[in-house]
Nanobody
């Protein structure tokens, strides 16, 4: 059974930093890990993802400000710097095995950036 435990998030002023962490159990290294976010009234969108081989993808809106990383123990982190009010959203950890229906979500953590 796959379980995702998220930590981090909170309230920060514009220009500040936060770090989100997600520990996954029940998966193996071939899973792609990533972070999505959903702001009120908007669709959930990809923020960043990283494959088992270290290939990363970032949304254009966060390039140069956010950094995704993962370790060998199925944990993924998202370092968020130079935060903006428009980064305010619920952030979700996601793990998926490419080309399969295996796709799992964390419970979400709130990130609020005040101006």
């Amino acid at each position: 059974q796959v379980q995702l435990v998220e930590s981090g998030g909170g309230l920060v002023q514009s220009g500040g930093s936060l770090r989100l962490s997600c520990a996954a159990s029940g998966i193996f290294r071939l899973y792609t890990m990533g972070w999505y976010r959903q702001a009120p009234g908007k669709q959930r969108e990809l923020v960043a993802s990283i494959t088992a081989f270290g290939t990363t993808i970032y949304a254009d809106s966060v390039k140069g400000r956010f950094t995704i990383s993962r370790d060998k123990t199925s944990a993924v982190a998202l370092q968020m710097d130079s935060l903006k009010p428009e980064d305010t959203a619920v952030y979700y950890c996601n793990v998926r095995l490419p080309s399969t229906p295996n796709n799992y979500w964390g419970q979400g953590t709130q990130v609020t950036v005040s101006s």
